[in-house]
C-alpha cells in the first residue's frame, strides 16, 4: 500500500495526465518562441500551437476559435466575464443577477460591484440545490444585464439546468454567464443550443496544468461586449492582454481533447465509483447526501455526518484519503460552507461534512478501502462524543 494517502480532492485539482505533460514539455525547450512574434518560425510554431488548442476549446463545446479568449484560470475568466459586461453595459442597467451557492469567484466580484452602485440580486437554491426557474424570471427587469449561474458546483457538484435558464434570458434580452470550471470535459456543453454568452472555464480541474483558464465571448447573435481588465499589448483580441503562456495552452488543449475522448467511459466508470462508495458509506445512520441525487457530478459526493465533530472528522480521515470539508479556494476561512448553508443546513451540521471528488485514476480498490475507513472514524468518533456527553 502506498504511504501516501488516496487522493478524493478532484473538484479542488486534478493531477496533471502523463499525455498532457508529454504534449507540453516541448513549449519549455525548443518551440519556447512567443506566439505573438510572427516574423519569425519560433513564433510560427508557438502561434500554431495555439492555435490548434484554441480550437479544441471550441469545438468542446460549439463555438469558434475567435471566441476562446485565454486566461490565468477561471477565477479571472469570471472577473472579466462580470466586471467586463458591468463596465460595457453600464447605460442600459445596473442589476445583475446570481445564485447564493456560486463560487467566491463570482459572489466577490459581484460584491465589489455593490460598491459602484450595481444592484445584486442572489437566488436561494431548492434543498436540492438547483434554483427554481420561476423566482429567477420574477427577477428578471428592464435594467438588468447579466445572470450568473455556474453550470456544476464546486462543492457539491449540482448541475444547474443551462438550457432552461439560457432561453429564458435570451427570451429576455438578458446576458448569459456561467462558471464552467468544474464541468468541462465532464458533461457535454453547447454554447449555442444552451444559448450560453459568457463561459468560464479551466484546465486544473480536467487533468490539465494549473495557472491557465479560458473565457469563451459570443461574437454574435448577440455580439458580447467587454470592457478588459487587463491592459498592455491588446493581446486576445483586446480583451485580455499579457503573454500567451504556450506550454499551458498546449496542455489545456490536450487535456480537453482526451477528456472529451474518454468522457463517456470515465463518466460511467466514474460514476459507478461513487455509487460504489455511497453505498457503502450508507451502512451507518445519520448521513445525508448534499444536493441532487441525480443531477451532479459523475464524481462528486458530498455528505454531512450527524453526531461528530467537522475538524475531528477531517483528521480522522487524513491518514487513508486527501479530501476536503469544501472549497479548497475559502479553506482558510473559519465559517461554515455557504453552499452547504444555503441548502438549510445547521452550521453544525455544515462544518461535519466532506466532500469526496473521485476521479480518472481512482480505482475500486481505493473506492472500497476510503469506505471502510470513514465507517470506522464516524463511528469511533460518535462512540467518544457518547463518552464525553455521559461523564459531563
Same mark, same amino acid.
Given at each position: 500500500?502506498?504511504?501516501?494517502?488516496?487522493?478524493?480532492?478532484?473538484?479542488?485539482?486534478?493531477?496533471?495526465?502523463?499525455?498532457?505533460?508529454?504534449?507540453?514539455?516541448?513549449?519549455?525547450?525548443?518551440?519556447?518562441?512567443?506566439?505573438?512574434?510572427?516574423?519569425?518560425?519560433?513564433?510560427?510554431? =508557438?502561434? =500554431?500551437?495555439?492555435?490548434?488548442?484554441?480550437?479544441?476549446?471550441?469545438?468542446?463545446?460549439?463555438?469558434?476559435?475567435?471566441?476562446?479568449?485565454?486566461?490565468?484560470?477561471?477565477?479571472?475568466?469570471?472577473?472579466?466575464?462580470?466586471?467586463?459586461?458591468?463596465?460595457?453595459?453600464?447605460?442600459?442597467?445596473?442589476?445583475?443577477?446570481?445564485? =447564493?451557492?456560486?463560487?467566491?469567484?463570482?459572489?466577490?466580484? @459581484?460584491?465589489?460591484?455593490?460598491?459602484?452602485?450595481?444592484?445584486?440580486?442572489?437566488?436561494?437554491?431548492?434543498?436540492?440545490?438547483?434554483?427554481?426557474?420561476?423566482?429567477?424570471?420574477?427577477?428578471?427587469?428592464?435594467?438588468?444585464?447579466?445572470?450568473?449561474?455556474?453550470?456544476?458546483?464546486?462543492?457539491?457538484?449540482?448541475?444547474?439546468?443551462?438550457?432552461?435558464?439560457?432561453? #429564458? @434570458?435570451?427570451?429576455?434580452?438578458?446576458?448569459?454567464?456561467?462558471?464552467?470550471?468544474?464541468?468541462?470535459?465532464?458533461?457535454?456543453?453547447?454554447?449555442?443550443?444552451?444559448?450560453?454568452?459568457?463561459?468560464?472555464?479551466?484546465?486544473?480541474?480536467?487533468?490539465?496544468?494549473?495557472?491557465? !483558464?479560458?473565457?469563451?465571448?459570443?461574437?454574435?447573435?448577440?455580439?458580447?461586449?467587454?470592457?478588459?481588465?487587463?491592459?498592455?499589448?491588446?493581446?486576445? #483580441?483586446?480583451?485580455?492582454?499579457?503573454?500567451?503562456?504556450?506550454?499551458?495552452?498546449?496542455?489545456?488543449?490536450?487535456?480537453?481533447?482526451?477528456?472529451?475522448?474518454? /468522457?463517456?467511459?470515465?463518466?460511467?466508470?466514474?460514476? /459507478?465509483? #461513487?455509487?460504489?462508495?455511497?453505498?457503502?458509506?450508507?451502512?451507518?445512520?445519520?448521513?445525508?447526501?448534499?444536493?441532487?441525487?441525480?443531477?451532479?457530478?459523475?464524481?462528486?459526493?458530498?455528505?454531512?455526518?450527524?453526531?461528530?465533530?467537522?475538524?475531528? *472528522?477531517?483528521?480522522?480521515?487524513?491518514?487513508?484519503?486527501?479530501?476536503?470539508?469544501?472549497?479548497?479556494?475559502?479553506?482558510?476561512?473559519?465559517?461554515?460552507?455557504?453552499?452547504?448553508?444555503?441548502?438549510?443546513?445547521?452550521?453544525?451540521?455544515?462544518?461535519?461534512?466532506?466532500?469526496?471528488?473521485? !476521479?480518472?485514476?481512482?480505482?475500486?480498490?481505493?473506492?472500497?478501502?476510503?469506505?471502510?475507513?470513514?465507517? =470506522?472514524?464516524?463511528?469511533?468518533?460518535?462512540?467518544?462524543?457518547? *463518552?464525553?456527553?455521559?461523564?459531563?
Amino acid at each position: 500500500m502506498s504511504s501516501r494517502p488516496i487522493y478524493l480532492d478532484c473538484h479542488a485539482t486534478t493531477p496533471v495526465d502523463e499525455r498532457v505533460l508529454a504534449a507540453m514539455l516541448p513549449y519549455f525547450t525548443e518551440n519556447f518562441g512567443n506566439p505573438s512574434s510572427i516574423g519569425h518560425v519560433y513564433g510560427w510554431k =508557438a502561434e =500554431a500551437a495555439v492555435k490548434v488548442a484554441r480550437e479544441i476549446l471550441a469545438d468542446a463545446i460549439n463555438a469558434t476559435p475567435e471566441e476562446i479568449v485565454f486566461t490565468s484560470g477561471a477565477t479571472e475568466a469570471n472577473n472579466l466575464a462580470i466586471k467586463g459586461v458591468a463596465e460595457a453595459y453600464f447605460q442600459k442597467g445596473q442589476h445583475i443577477i446570481t445564485v =447564493a451557492t456560486e463560487h467566491s469567484a463570482v459572489l466577490d466580484p @459581484c460584491d465589489y460591484l455593490k460598491t459602484l452602485g450595481f444592484e445584486i440580486t442572489v437566488l436561494p437554491v431548492q434543498k436540492d440545490g438547483l434554483i427554481d426557474l420561476t423566482q429567477l424570471e420574477k427577477a428578471f427587469r428592464p435594467e438588468t444585464i447579466l445572470v450568473s449561474v455556474m453550470a456544476a458546483n464546486n462543492e457539491i457538484g449540482v448541475l444547474q439546468p443551462l438550457a432552461e435558464i439560457g432561453s #429564458r @434570458c435570451r427570451d429576455a434580452g438578458i446576458l448569459f454567464h456561467t462558471d464552467a470550471a468544474q464541468a468541462i470535459g465532464k458533461i457535454p456543453f453547447d454554447v449555442q443550443g444552451m444559448k450560453i454568452d459568457l463561459m468560464s472555464l479551466t484546465a486544473h480541474k480536467v487533468y490539465g496544468p494549473k495557472g491557465i !483558464g479560458a473565457l469563451y465571448v459570443r461574437r454574435r447573435n448577440p455580439r458580447v461586449q467587454l470592457s478588459p481588465q487587463q491592459h498592455g499589448g491588446g493581446h486576445e #483580441r483586446g480583451m485580455r492582454s499579457g503573454t500567451l503562456y504556450t506550454p499551458q495552452i498546449v496542455g489545456f488543449g490536450k487535456a480537453v481533447e482526451i477528456a472529451l475522448q474518454e /468522457q463517456a467511459t470515465e463518466t460511467q466508470r466514474i460514476s /459507478q465509483l #461513487r455509487q460504489r462508495l455511497w453505498e457503502n458509506i450508507q451502512q451507518i445512520e445519520g448521513i445525508y447526501l448534499n444536493g441532487h441525487p441525480t443531477q451532479r457530478l459523475p464524481g462528486n459526493l458530498n455528505i454531512s455526518i450527524e453526531g461528530v465533530d467537522g475538524s475531528a *472528522l477531517l483528521l480522522g480521515l487524513q491518514p487513508i484519503m486527501a479530501v476536503s470539508s469544501g472549497s479548497a479556494c475559502t479553506s482558510a476561512k473559519t465559517s461554515p460552507s455557504h453552499v452547504l448553508t444555503a441548502l438549510g443546513h445547521s452550521e453544525q451540521l455544515a462544518y461535519a461534512s466532506v466532500r469526496l471528488g473521485i !476521479g480518472r485514476f481512482n480505482t475500486d480498490e481505493e473506492i472500497d478501502q476510503v469506505a471502510e475507513h470513514a465507517i =470506522a472514524t464516524i463511528q469511533s468518533l460518535r462512540k467518544q462524543t457518547s *463518552l464525553v456527553n455521559i461523564r459531563s
